[in-house]
């Protein structure tokens, strides 16, 4: 995710590397010619005058900007709320790691390193698997180059995140078991371990639910047949500027349904994703510090 200051304006304007504008330069271009090419076969071939049938057609446009609109606006504030929600769900899995390991530091005694340990090498190995999972590759991060001897080698083939809380809470009814930590306590610690497996059920319900294909791919059919019947009416009162005119408009058009598409899959590496692997290091670094 890209860090800025909303106040400046001098790097807002410069084009950066996710920038819409050069995703659509060649359509741009595209629709330029298209706009010339009706142009001039609308006045130099056929002739047609202001008086013409087509010179209505920006009545036409004018009714249907406003439907588009709200289209858009509906497009966008879904995606930005999947991203939102997923930001959300990050945060949470940030504060229960770390109530845990305050749990954790707080039940375990003073000597018991084992168990300190344990939970210092699996809460933020579920933040990364997690990440890895809503990514759907393998996971190659090593958070340890001497495995802890407790933790078994994991089932890559089945679900990773499920398989690293079963271990916490193995652990924490082992040390009720033992007599390390009380009934109160374990009740208390299960709360927050039944969360992570609460957080991940929700991330994968965004990842695995897009926007339904019927409403996104009616909604580019709009734009590419508004845009493309744009020059018919608009020759006829601009002339050849007509052409920057269109280009700006399915630029506007286009960018937001691109931003949109970017934005409603927060999980990915693209520049505008959740910064997933800034905040497992940080749950790292904050569980270490309790632990350790």
């Known amino acids: ?28 271009i595209l629709v330029g010619l298209i706009t010339a090419g009706i142009g001039y076969w609308e006045v130099r071939y056929l ?11 920006p009545v036409m446009h004018s009714l249907l900007g406003f439907a588009i609109s709200m289209l858009l606006v509906f497009r966008t504030n879904t995606a930005y709320d999947r991203w939102w929600e997923g930001r959300k769900l990050w945060g949470q899995l940030v504060n229960v790691s770390r109530n845990t390991a305050v749990k954790i530091a707080v039940y375990a005694a003073p000597d018991d390193a084992s168990t300190r340990s344990y939970f210092a090498k699996l809460i933020p190995q579920f933040a990364h698997e997690l990440m890895q ?34 271990l916490m809470q193995q652990r924490a009814m082992r040390m009720y078991r033992e007599g390390i930590i009380s009934g109160e306590q374990l009740i208390a610690l299960n709360t927050d371990l039944s969360q992570f497996l609460d957080i991940c059920g929700a991330c994968e319900r965004i990842r695995n639910t897009p926007i339904p294909y019927s409403y996104s791919s009616f909604l580019k059919k709009f734009i590419v047949v508004y845009v493309l019947t744009l020059p018919f009416g608009f ?3 601009l002339g050849y500027i007509a052409i920057p005119v269109v280009m700006f408009i399915f630029y506007v058009l286009a960018s937001l349904e691109l931003i949109a598409e970017e934005v409603e899959e927060p999980f990915g590496k693209d520049t505008n994703d959740l910064p997933m692997e800034r905040l497992c290091t940080m749950i790292g670094k904050n569980v270490a510090e309790v632990l350790e």
């Open 133 to 166: 999972h809503l990514r759907s590759e393998k996971t190659r991060l090593e958070l340890d180059a001497r495995p802890h001897p407790e933790i078994r080698d994991l089932d890559r083939s089945k679900h990773v995140p499920a398989q690293v809380a079963l």
């Open 235 to 237: 020759v006829f009162t």
């Open 47 to 57: 002739k047609l005058g202001k008086e013409s049938f087509v010179s209505n057609l």
């Open 1 to 28: 995710m890209i860090a800025y200051d909303s106040t400046n304006w001098w790097r807002a304007l410069a084009l950066h590397r996710s920038d819409t504008f050069r995703k659509l330069v060649p359509l741009l």
